[in-house]
């Protein structure tokens, strides 16, 4: 495959989009943007200066002030906002349930939709998150929309938890998963919505090898064809 593509890989929490992102990178030798730790690690800065998370205005001064940068690592990417890592405690429960709260800031999505456009302008890149189809890479060559059934979306991340030693309730997870769905698909910015030329791939009941080859068998099909 000799043209350096944009894959977009959107979809509802915990459909698997940054496990098999990653993976399909790898495979394409191609860059993974992980755009949601993009949000998550805006939501850790304006929660550490005491901002209020529907500050649209306080918001925007303080996104055009901090750096967020990825570095690789062995177990993956670390995230940094500025010089503090905040790799571990962006994935916190107390994120988790601000996240959505601060994503659906209109300057807030401006500012992270122009660097995820920089990141991606020149193709090779694998970028996961929820509108990267839709309005980030809106002619990005290969669109993929993660689904899979809230409670198999809600186990995944328990035994997430529960291999990193955080113990949580199944059904609170469950509802806590339905609530930020629910509040991405409807806020009025870049909502959550499989674009219309994106392919659906529903993986309740597939591994995530079996994910990654179907994304690699719709990407290989592109390719042939264009
Ligand atoms: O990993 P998980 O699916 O739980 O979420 P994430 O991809 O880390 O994204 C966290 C939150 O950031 C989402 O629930 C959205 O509110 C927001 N987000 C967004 O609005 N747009 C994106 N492109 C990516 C994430
Ligand atoms: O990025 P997103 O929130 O969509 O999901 P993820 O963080 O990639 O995946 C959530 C969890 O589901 C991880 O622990 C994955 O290993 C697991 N997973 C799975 O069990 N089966 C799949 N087909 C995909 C992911």
New binding site residues.
């Given amino acids: 495959m000799s043209d350096l593509l944009q894959i977009a890989i959107d979809?509802?929490?915990?459909?698997?989009?940054?496990?098999?992102a990653k993976l399909v990178a790898h495979q394409l030798g191609y860059v993974y943007c992980d755009t949601?730790a993009m949000y998550r690690a805006v939501t850790w800065a304006a929660i550490r200066k005491n901002i209020r998370l529907d500050d649209n205005s306080a918001l925007e001064k303080m996104v055009a002030e901090i750096k967020i940068s990825f570095k690789p690592s062995a177990d993956g990417q670390r995230v940094y906002v500025d010089q503090d890592e905040v790799t571990a405690d962006i994935r916190l429960p107390k994120i988790a349930n601000n996240v959505s709260t601060v994503a659906a800031q209109l300057s807030v999505r401006e500012a992270l939709t122009k660097r995820q456009q920089e990141i991606a302008f020149r193709g090779g890149i694998v970028m996961?998150g929820r509108d990267i189809g839709t309005t980030v890479l809106p002619d990005a060559q290969v669109k993929i929309f993660?689904v899979?059934s809230v409670k198999e979306?809600a186990l995944?991340?328990f035994?997430?938890n529960q291999a990193k030693g955080l113990e949580m309730n199944l059904e609170q997870l469950e509802q806590e998963i339905a609530e930020r769905d629910h509040k991405d698909s409807t806020r009025a910015v870049s909502p959550l919505i499989q674009a219309s030329d994106a392919v659906k791939v529903d993986?309740t009941m597939?591994?995530?090898d079996?994910?990654v080859a179907k994304i690699m068998e719709i990407i290989q099909k592109k390719a042939k064809n264009s």
């Fill in positions: 979809g509802p929490a915990s459909a698997g989009k940054s496990t098999v949601g996961d993660l899979a979306r995944r991340r035994k997430e993986t597939l591994s995530i079996q994910v």
